[in-house]
């Protein structure tokens, strides 16, 4: 295990770069840019490969395809790196992401070092590993990060990481004795490690569109992937429901968590605070299995009064949007790339790495899935620790406001969030019926459903 250190030395990642930032909003402490900028705040720094240094062993929880692509980015993140243990529910799952390992990056995990069932996550976390990589449904993300750091081992916790108040309260508390011991912790939330978006972020805290006044931010798109094939003969409750996860709230929080938790936490970001009350409506036009709503309108406030207006909608045949919108006195952004003042003048963009052609390649040169394990492997490796379970959390939180206020129909307050008793799902995980008095097969119905 590493622990915090000040020996600066060990933090000189590039070049002329040799001092280091303090964990702040950005979640990775890194390297500052060099004495050349001229701006009162500076953005991170980040490393195209994270550093070499002893081997570091990772075991994957969740072989679904953002599994094992979470996977694949840890071992493209930089050299001595090795998946050594997988663990899943569905062998079909975990064979699949093994061949895919094999086949794409030639890692090879032990047949003694796969594991199924419930319990499986203790198994791997338990398997020798120093960094474990939470692609479960989000449902069991709390029980699992919570094992983790009980175990002593560095995280990488994809998004959300929690379905309810209770939930988001234990990764509290289990961020807390991470930060005490000294162990990493990197979220799924990958724009805090997009170069284009960090860039933009320091010149909006810089003042480039003048004070924050508001925002705007969606997630619209067609359905999500569901099981196309009736419940098969044999499938008991639990199985269909794991099945088909994204389309159940106990298990992925309904898509105002599972998708629209990336433009929440970019508003939470650029805002450097949470909202502490929501307003919302959903409903349930076109989906037909589970419980889901398929489209959220919510109105979000801050404590000084700001608000920002959050949309997200999963109806197929409708205008997608996946963007934010933050507004200031000056101008507004898109967080990603561009600042425009309000005549329609661009101030600032984002420059994009150039191709063999010299011509910029409107892409990022490293991608920020792979860029988050960088970071993370890259803290653990020279002892700049991060620890990014507050603001995953701070989102997290944010989500479950304004969806328990789209399912009620009532203003749901953040200190109400906090205190709430609210848990989703079954308190035993087994093979077998699930209680509708516990995982209701209808969706929420605003006005008669309790707070």
């Not at 990958?190 to 909006?204: A, G, K, L, P, S």
Request: charged share 20%; glycine share 10%.
């Amino acid at each position: 295990m590493n622990k915090r250190s000040t020996n600066s030395s060990r933090r000189k990642f590039i070049g002329d770069v040799a001092a280091i930032s303090t964990v702040g909003a950005l979640g990775i402490g890194a390297v500052v840019a060099s004495c050349n900028r001229k701006s009162k705040y500076s953005a991170p720094v980040f490393l195209d490969k994270a550093p070499g240094g002893p081997l570091l062993k990772a075991g994957l929880i969740g072989c679904g395809s953002r599994g094992t692509g979470a996977a694949i980015n840890f071992i493209d993140a930089g050299p001595n790196l090795e998946i050594a243990a997988l663990g899943d529910i569905f062998e079909h799952r975990m064979e699949r992401s093994r061949n895919e390992l094999k086949e794409q990056r030639g890692i090879e995990v032990a047949e003694q070092n796969c594991f199924l069932g419930f319990d499986a996550y203790r198994k791997v976390i338990d398997a020798g590993v120093d960094i474990v990589l939470l692609c479960t449904p989000t449902h069991f993300r709390p029980l699992h990060f919570e094992y983790a750091i009980q175990a002593r081992k560095h995280v990488f916790a994809e998004k959300p990481v929690a379905v309810d108040p209770v939930g988001v309260r234990t990764v509290m508390a289990a961020g807390r004795m991470a930060e005490s011991a000294g162990l990493n912790v990197v979220a799924g939330t990958q724009r805090r490690h997009q170069r284009d978006y960090v860039e933009t972020f320091e010149m909006v805290k810089n003042g480039a569109i003048g004070d924050l006044v508001s925002a705007n931010c969606y997630w619209n798109q067609g359905r999500m992937w569901h099981v196309d094939a009736a419940r098969q003969e044999g499938w008991s409750d639990m199985e269909a429901m794991l099945r088909d996860w994204v389309n159940w709230n106990w298990l992925c929080g309904d898509h105002i968590l599972d998708l629209h938790i990336h433009n929440l936490d970019v508003v939470n970001w650029f805002f450097e605070k949470h909202p502490v009350k929501a307003v919302g409506f959903g409903g349930r036009h076109r989906l037909q299995r589970g419980n889901h709503y398929d489209f959220f309108s919510t109105d979000f406030q801050f404590d000084d009064g700001r608000h920002i207006h959050s949309m997200t909608r999963q109806i197929d045949g409708c205008t997608n949007n996946v963007s934010e919108i933050i507004y200031g006195t000056k101008g507004f952004t898109n967080a990603r790339n561009r600042i425009v003042d309000y005549k329609g003048n661009l101030i600032w963009q984002y420059q994009y790495p150039s191709g063999d052609d010299g011509q910029p390649m409107n892409s990022l040169a490293i991608s920020p899935y792979v860029q988050e394990h960088i970071n993370l492997v890259t803290a653990i490796r020279t002892d700049d620790y991060i620890n990014e379970t507050r603001n995953i959390c701070q989102s997290n939180m944010t989500g479950i406001m304004g969806r328990e206020s789209a399912y009620t129909g009532r203003e749901v307050t953040w200190d109400e969030m906090m205190s709430s008793d609210l848990r989703l799902g079954p308190t035993e995980y087994k093979f077998g019926p699930v209680d509708p008095a516990v995982v209701p097969r209808t969706h929420p119905a605003p006005g008669t459903s309790p707070a």
